[in-house]
């Protein structure tokens, strides 16, 4: 790991200016991706910017929306007795993410801000339409992810909070890489009164994307067997030593009917 | 050079260390405590689980400056200070769950936060996720996963440990 300078400010003004400061400058959250970066020397930061003095995690909820502070962990998620009752799935969802170790420290902010294309939680982020709190706006879910590793957040930009609308139901069904844990393929299904929504990740070059045919056929008859006759084309999608790309569309749908008989 | 005050195994200590110094670092190299094992070092073993502040985390994957103010416990602070085994390390020795041990100190940090974490009680199937985090080369997991199924009553001051 190559050194760098290290700062733990109390203020969210302060991390933010400290950030703008320097373009080499990133921030650290749980740590859980970016020290694994780090050691891979895969990023070379001049200053890393301790966000855990900020005070920003906790979880609160109201009759229509559960918001996730950004620094609060998978492993907070997956016990709040309020995150269980409201959005099961988004409990379910936290529970699977790694293993105990990587709960305890990774966040939901250090998550969404990665983009892993594998990660779990874009998926729920999308599914779910949620609004994505930073220190200076408030972006759509549809709007915050761009592709692979790529987001909406601009270099100083600070993820401070989550909004998740809470659905009539959901569920997210994971096909784990069983050496990674991350997600071969993972799927998380909304139904709002407004319609059904399918976010899957794990499986496209560019990262987590919605359904349109799954959330087409789902928000008129939302079963399993609903989208049967429904072929995801392969075309985008990855092949590596794990999956083949026709491997994961077949997946898509397996996970999806699970998710929607979970829900 | 920054500076890192934390509590280890109860004893304050205030070290000088780097930006990029890991816990695990700090632990073995300027505390000598080298119970706390690197298996892997990318995060994907569990060897250098310690607990921080209650809750057990991958020492190799902690900065030293992320320690700051902590409370950390390591496998050398579980053992009372007359020698007596904690209850968890009592259960590995009586279940033979260790062989090379070199997952030993990891699996017993935790064994330890799993049983702590579960006062309500733990099936076979809630340690075998619990312990997701570490990997072992030589057991197998099944003595393992019998040492923290006895670990739990006792832990929780229902019953003493006992070998089948
Ligand atoms: C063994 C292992 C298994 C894992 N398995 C899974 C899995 O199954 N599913 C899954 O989804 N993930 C998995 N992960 C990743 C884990 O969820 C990480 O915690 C997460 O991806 C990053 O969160 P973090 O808090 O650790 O962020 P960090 O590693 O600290 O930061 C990640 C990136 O986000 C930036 N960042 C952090 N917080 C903010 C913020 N608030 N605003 C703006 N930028 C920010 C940082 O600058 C950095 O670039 C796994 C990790 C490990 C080590
Ligand atoms: S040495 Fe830390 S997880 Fe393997
Ligand atoms: S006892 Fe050898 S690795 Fe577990």
Request: charged content about 15%; proline content about 4%; aromatic content about 6%.
């Amino acid at each position: 790991m190559y050194d760098f300078a290290y700062e733990k400010p109390a203020a969210l003004a302060a991390a933010v200016s400290s950030l703008a400061s320097d373009m080499e400058a990133k921030a650290l959250a749980g740590g859980q991706t970016f020290i694994p970066v780090l050691k891979q020397r895969l990023n070379k930061p001049s200053k890393v910017v301790d966000l855990a003095a900020l005070g920003l995690s906790g979880i609160t909820v109201t009759a229509d929306t559960v918001t996730i502070g950004a620094m609060t962990t998978h492993g907070d998620v997956a016990l709040s007795a309020d995150v269980q009752k409201a959005i099961p799935a988004l409990a379910h969802l936290a529970s699977m993410i790694g293993d105990w170790q990587v709960r305890h420290r990774g966040t939901i902010g250090g998550s969404l801000a990665n983009n892993d294309p594998t990660a779990c939680y874009p998926t729920a982020v999308l599914a779910l339409g949620a609004t994505i709190v930073t220190d200076r706006r408030e972006i759509k879910a549809d709007d915050y992810f761009q592709g692979m590793f790529t987001t909406a957040l601009e270099q100083d930009e600070l993820i401070t909070k989550v909004i998740f609308p809470i659905p009539q139901r959901a569920a997210y069904q994971k096909f784990k890489n069983p050496a990674s844990r991350y997600a071969m393929v993972g799927v998380f299904v909304a139904k709002f009164a407004s319609g059904v929504r399918v976010a899957i990740t794990g499986a496209a070059q560019g990262g987590v994307f919605r359904h349109a045919a799954f959330e087409a056929a789902l928000s008129a008859n939302f079963a399993p067997d609903a989208i049967a006759g429904i072929v995801t084309p392969a075309d985008d999608l990855n092949s590596d030593i794990h999956a083949s790309a026709e491997y994961r569309a077949h997946l898509i749908g397996v996970m999806t009917k699970r998710a929607v008989a979970a829900a | 050079m920054p500076q890192v005050t934390l509590t280890v195994n109860g004893k304050t200590h205030t070290v000088e260390v780097e930006g990029r110094t890991l816990l695990v670092e700090l632990l073995r190299e300027k505390l000598g405590l080298t119970g706390t094992h690197v298996g892997c070092d990318t995060s994907q073993c569990g060897a250098c689980t310690v607990m921080m502040n209650g809750t057990s985390v991958k020492s190799c994957t902690t900065l030293a400056l992320q320690a700051d103010g902590a409370s950390v416990m390591t496998i050398e602070g579980l053992a009372a200070a007359d020698g007596t085994l904690h209850p968890m390390q009592e259960a590995f020795r009586e279940h033979h769950a260790l062989q090379c041990g070199f997952c030993t100190p990891g699996m017993v940090m935790s064994a330890v936060d799993l049983v702590q974490s579960h006062p309500q009680g733990l099936s076979e199937a809630d340690i075998r996720h619990g312990l997701e985090g570490n990997l072992c080369r030589c057991t197998g997991y099944h003595n393992i996963v019998k040492a923290v199924a006895a670990a739990w009553p006792v832990m929780h001051g229902k019953q003493p440990v006992a070998a089948e």
